[in-house]
């Protein structure tokens, strides 16, 4: 299988698109580790690995914000597989009020998740990439990489920042052989999103359906949400892209709501 033999670290694959990541991937051979701060989440989608091929795969507790937690479970990792060939850097959380009433502490929790979070896990990661000379580094944008929307300050300044920091890393990894790539999904049904619907019809003074309808998926082509399936295909195409022609990019994967 085109992932034989490959060793993925997978963050926020307790739940939601990392979870479907670390099944699409373990499906087409790779080992993975799911890396969450949710234990029982991360439980559960190691034993739906087990279940659905019998694949090898295990639960590591990493909180992306914490530098020597990061360090030490993607350390075990690599001690425990051998080594680290893919990162999907993928854990986030959404915050989302006007900016006149956004917390600070909030937008920094925010930033520090998404942002320090890729900063600290490519950091971990690519101590074993680079001696192999080989390595994919896959972040987690969003539309919100290349768009913006009204009350989510935090959120769209912390996806542009990912894509600067994945645009680094593919100059700073191409000479060890790593290649970095940003996935930039439009709206997946996750619980991520089903907590902002009532939110944003809150905020913005308008019901539920209208969030859905136009907020959500009023510039998308066909008025559907994306799937966690047609994100972690990708994901698994860019794990398995072996040269540094495909480097420094994203791929948006939104039903034509942004199109680059
Ligand atoms: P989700 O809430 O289903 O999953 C997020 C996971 O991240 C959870 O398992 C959570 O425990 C974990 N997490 C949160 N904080 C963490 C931390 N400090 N350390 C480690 N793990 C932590 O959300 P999702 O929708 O699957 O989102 C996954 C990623 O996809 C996020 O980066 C999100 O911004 C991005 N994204 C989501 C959508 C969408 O519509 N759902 C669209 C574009 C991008």
């Known amino acids: ?10 963050t926020g694959a307790g739940s939601g698109i990392g979870r479907q990541i670390a099944l699409t991937l373990a499906r087409q051979g790779a080992r993975v580790a799911i890396a969450d701060i949710d234990m029982d989440g991360a439980s559960e989608t190691v034993e739906q690995i087990r279940q659905d091929r019998g694949r090898e795969a295990m639960a590591v507790h990493m909180d992306v914000t914490n ?6 479970s993607m350390d075990a990792v690599a001690k425990r597989f051998g080594r680290i060939d893919t990162l ?3 854990a986030g959380i959404q915050i989302v009020h006007p900016i006149q009433d956004f917390p600070y502490a909030q937008f920094q929790k925010l930033m520090d998740i998404h942002v320090g979070g890729a900063f600290l896990t490519t950091k971990a990661a690519v101590k074993h990439m680079y001696p192999q ?8 944008g ?3 990489s290349h768009e913006a929307s009204p009350l989510k300050s935090a959120y769209v300044a912390a996806k542009h920042a990912i894509l600067g920091l ?29 907590k902002q619907i009532p939110e944003q019809a809150h905020d913005l003074g308008i019901s539920e359906e209208e969030v859905v309808n136009r907020v959500m998926l009023g510039d998308t082509v ?3 949400f994306t799937t966690v399936q047609d994100v972690a295909d990708v994901a698994a195409f860019l794990a398995g892209f072996e040269t540094n022609a495909l480097t420094g990019q994203s791929i948006i994967v939104s039903h034509g709501w942004c199109m680059k």
């Open 166 to 194: 994945a645009r680094v890393m593919a100059k700073e990894g191409a000479e060890h052989g790593v290649r970095s790539n940003v996935i930039c999904p439009g709206f997946v049904k996750t619980p991520l999103v089903e």
């Open 142 to 144: 969003s539309v919100h």
């Open 222 to 224: 066909d008025q559907t």
């Open 1 to 10: 299988m085109k992932l034989d033999n490959n060793v993925a670290v997978v």
């Open 67 to 72: 530098e020597a937690e990061v360090t030490e």
């Open 88 to 90: 999907v850097s993928n």
């Open 133 to 140: 000379g080989s390595g994919s580094l896959i972040y987690m």
